[in-house]
């Protein structure tokens, strides 16, 4: 039986090799298993973003944040996700939560 570090790494791999599907899967399985695996909520943001589904790229990245609320880095990582989804998008309410998100990890010390 893998564990969760060793099928995360599965999916570094796998994402790093452009196999992007495949990742988001495994990273998905994780989290089914693992559901506050913060590593794979803040990867799957990315991976979300890439495939253009923002608003589950969002959703995870906000995880991501309600599970450790106080690491600046999650919060530097919801307001680029929240950045692009308003550039893939361009609705609006993304800019403030952006810019929410950043103000957040600046006063955290990020």
């Excluded at 589904?53 to 307001?79: G, R």
């Excluded at 950043?102 to 006063?107: E, K, P």
Aim: overall charge negative; proline content about 3%.
């Amino acid at each position: 039986m893998t564990t969760t570090k060793e099928r995360f790494k599965e999916a570094e791999t796998l994402k790093d090799q452009g196999k992007i599907e495949e990742a988001r899967d495994v990273l998905e399985s994780i989290l089914a298993d693992s559901p506050n695996h913060v590593l794979s909520h803040l990867t799957l943001a990315r991976i979300f973003t890439q495939l253009g589904v923002h608003d589950k790229a969002c959703s995870h990245a906000e995880q991501a944040c309600q599970l450790e609320p106080n690491e600046p880095f999650n919060y530097t990582i919801l307001s680029v996700t929240y950045q692009k989804a308003w550039a893939g998008t361009q609705e609006q309410r993304f800019i403030q939560l952006a810019e929410d998100a950043m103000a957040r990890s600046r006063m955290l010390g990020g």
